[in-house]
């Protein structure tokens, strides 16, 4: 939903419901051309692919001619908040890769927030395997292999086999070698609102102004009502980290509640949450660069973002990958 002119218009996946390409001509918040653009850059991201590696995002849309107005309306606010890279430096090929995705499949959002993933994943193991609140502090070798990790509460796990899913920093320390890329910050100003201020489940666009630090916004518990505080509904409000408006929580209501010609003091701030390293930097080319670790230890492997590109279905397909080669017949003991 584009939001921030004269009245809130909204854009639709036409492959999910045709008439909305209708819809998105006539609204022309997006020139047509650029509409035009995007369903060959759609077609594009079907592809073989390959050369797109070499290319930021932004580099990408220049080359396929997209207007200036296509990057503050959509391309800075949606893919630069996906990306979490509003500059859009991020590899063209990552950028693609999403693309591909919000043409073919939904966006959602769990019911009971992101942990129900891992509330899932762990209930389907004896509680006794699983500890929390341990940090790792270092890998213990002997004879050259893995044989345990030792935690900061000074708890020693043997094991054969460790796969280290932590963040590439931690995944660096832990190693003792690479230097970690460097990361994409994120922050979120979280309000209870009196009431919603639309129906449906949109992501609201600002066109992305110097002056302003939101990047997009969304009354989330329009999509997941079970996140909402009790009697009210929840905004989420992605700012960009360092802009010098993202701290301030009063000046963020008011610019949402002025999209929809609402009094800002019927939203309350609830939260502000920064996440100095949301994912690691993906520059063009960064899948060929070589491991910052170099050749792991017999019985080590790394998982997650430090191995693979950063989304949660790709960390999940990655944690998988390692798991398996742990528990495959011919490792088991
Ligand atoms: C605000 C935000 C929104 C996002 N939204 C999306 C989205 O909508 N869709 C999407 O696909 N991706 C999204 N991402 C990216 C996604 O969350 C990451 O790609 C994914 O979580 C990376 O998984 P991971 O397992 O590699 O690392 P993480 O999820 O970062 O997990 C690493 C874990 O290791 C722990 N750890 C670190 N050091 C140690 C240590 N020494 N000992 C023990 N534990 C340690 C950390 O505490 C952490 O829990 C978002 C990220 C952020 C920050």
Redesign the pocket.
């Known amino acids: 939903m584009f939001v921030g002119g004269v009245r809130p218009r909204c854009l639709e996946n036409p492959l999910r419901r045709p008439p909305a390409l209708l819809g998105a001509l006539r609204a022309e918040v997006i020139p047509k051309a650029d509409l035009l653009r995007l369903l060959r850059l759609v077609a594009t991201s079907f592809g073989p692919g390959g050369a797109e590696e070499n290319f930021s995002t932004g580099a990408l849309l220049r080359r396929y001619g997209f207007s200036e107005t296509f990057f503050t309306r959509f391309a800075r606010p949606f893919f630069g908040g996906v990306l979490l890279d509003p500059e859009l430096r991020t590899s063209a090929e990552v950028f693609l890769g999403y693309l591909r995705r919000f043409v073919t499949g939904r966006a959602l959002l769990p019911a009971g927030g992101i942990g129900s993933l891992a509330e899932q994943l762990v209930s389907r193991i004896p509680r006794d395997m699983v500890r929390y609140d ?3 502090e270092a890998l213990q070798f002997a004879e050259g292999k893995v044989c345990g990790v030792r935690f900061a509460n000074g708890v020693f796990l043997a094991g054969d086999e460790v796969i280290l ?3 590439e920093p ?1 995944a660096c320390r ?1 190693l003792g070698s690479g230097r970690p890329r460097a990361a994409l910050a ?1 922050a ?1 100003h979280y309000f209870a609102a009196d009431r919603p201020f639309y129906r449906g489940a949109w992501l609201c666009l600002p066109p992305r102004r110097e002056t302003s630090p939101v990047l997009h916004a969304a009354l989330v518990s329009n999509a997941a009502p079970s996140l909402a505080p009790r009697g009210a509904h929840l905004w989420s409000v992605t700012v960009l980290p360092g802009h010098p408006r993202a701290t301030d929580a009063e000046w963020v209501r008011a610019e949402v509640a002025s999209w929809f010609g609402e009094d800002p003091r019927s939203m309350r701030s609830l939260a502000f949450i920064e ?1 100095p390293y ?2 690691p930097e993906q520059l063009p080319g960064f899948r060929r660069r070589p491991s910052p670790w170099g050749v792991l230890s017999p019985g080590v492997q790394v998982a ?3 191995n693979c590109g ?4 790709a ?1 999940m397909a990655n944690g998988e990958e390692a798991a398996k080669k742990v528990i495959s017949p011919g490792r088991l003991k």
């Open positions: 341990m940090r790792a899913a932590v963040d931690a832990l994120t979120v996440v949301a994912v997650g973002d430090a950063a989304s949660i279905d960390v």
